[in-house]
C-alpha cells in the first residue's frame, strides 16, 4: 500500500515537471533580426561590444542572442509572454542600430564609437 501511494506520488510529479517544461519550450521564441554595422569589430569594440554584452541582455524577455557580424543579424531568443518581437527591435534600436524595419534612435546612433557610424 505503501510502495504503490509513493509510486503515484512519483508519477504525478513526473507529469507535473514535464508539462511545465513543455510549457515553458513553447514560450520560447528565436527571431533573426537584420541590422548594420559599419566597422568589422563591433563585437570587439571596447564601446559597442560592452554594449551587446550588457545591454540586449536588459531588454525584458530576452533568454539570449547571437550577433552574427559578418551576416550583420542578431538572432535573438526570448519568452513570447513576456515581449514582443517588435519591442526588441526597439530595444535594439535604442542601442544605436537598425533592426529590420526599425531604424536606429538617432542619440543612440550619435553615442556609438566613431568606427561604428557610417
Known amino acids: 500500500m505503501k510502495n504503490s501511494i509513493l509510486k503515484s506520488i512519483a508519477f504525478l510529479a513526473i507529469v507535473f515537471f514535464s508539462t511545465n517544461l513543455v510549457s515553458a519550450?513553447?514560450?520560447t521564441q528565436k527571431a533573426v533580426i537584420k541590422t548594420f554595422f559599419h566597422c568589422d569589430h563591433c563585437k570587439e569594440c571596447e564601446t559597442c561590444?560592452?554594449?551587446f554584452k550588457t545591454e540586449m541582455l536588459k531588454i525584458k524577455g530576452i533568454k539570449m542572442y547571437e550577433l552574427d557580424d559578418k551576416a550583420m543579424t542578431f538572432t535573438i531568443?526570448?519568452?513570447?509572454k513576456k515581449t514582443t518581437l517588435q519591442t526588441i527591435k526597439e530595444g535594439i534600436s535604442k542601442l544605436g542600430y537598425d533592426a529590420d524595419e526599425v531604424k536606429a534612435d538617432p542619440k543612440a546612433y550619435e553615442s556609438?564609437?566613431?568606427c561604428c557610424k557610417a
Do not use: E, V
Not at 531568443?77 to 513570447?80: D, G, P, Q, R
Open 25 to 27: 519550450q513553447k514560450t
Open 49 to 51: 561590444g560592452l554594449k
Open 77 to 80: 531568443y526570448y519568452n513570447s
Open 112 to 114: 556609438l564609437d566613431g
